[in-house]
């Protein structure tokens, strides 16, 4: 059974930095798409980024592009979301998921459709 468990949210002010992470337990296969995902208030879900553990290849949504970086640490099963120049527009909570994928050619489409077998419980990023 996969779990994901979150760390690192807080709050921070505009042009600040935190490190999200998720540690990951219960799967062995080396083909899943690991993705953030955020959800402030009144707001839709929106994919973030994510990283294919069979090679790292990234996804990044164009409002974070430059500013986030998602990284993996295999060995340690987690993998992390550096957030830099933070906005007052990325104030929300964050979430971790994952699944399956064929491929690194699917995980930009699994992040625009945001469904994921497995999520964490969720963690608030406050920027002011």
């Known amino acids: 059974h996969v779990q994901l468990v979150e760390s690192g949210g807080g709050s921070v002010q505009a042009g600040g930095s935190l490190r999200l992470s998720c540690a990951v337990s219960?799967?062995?296969?080396?083909?899943?798409?690991m993705g953030w995902f955020r959800q402030a208030p009144g707001e839709e879900r929106e994919g973030v980024a994510a990283?294919?553990?069979?090679?790292?290849?990234?996804y990044y949504a164009d409002s974070v592009k430059g500013r986030f970086t998602i990284s993996l640490d295999n060995a340690e099963k987690t993998h992390y979301q550096q957030m830099d120049d933070l906005k007052p527009e990325d104030s929300a909570t964050y979430y971790c998921?994952?699944?399956?994928?064929?491929?690194?050619?699917?995980?930009?489409?699994?992040?625009?459709?945001?469904?994921?077998?497995?999520w964490g419980q969720g963690t608030q990023v406050t920027v002011s």
């Open positions: 998921a994952a699944d399956y994928a064929a491929s690194s050619a699917v995980i930009g489409s699994m992040m625009e459709r945001g469904r994921f077998s497995y």
């Open positions: 219960g799967y062995t296969l080396r083909s899943y798409c």
């Open positions: 990283i294919f553990t069979g090679d790292s290849s990234t």
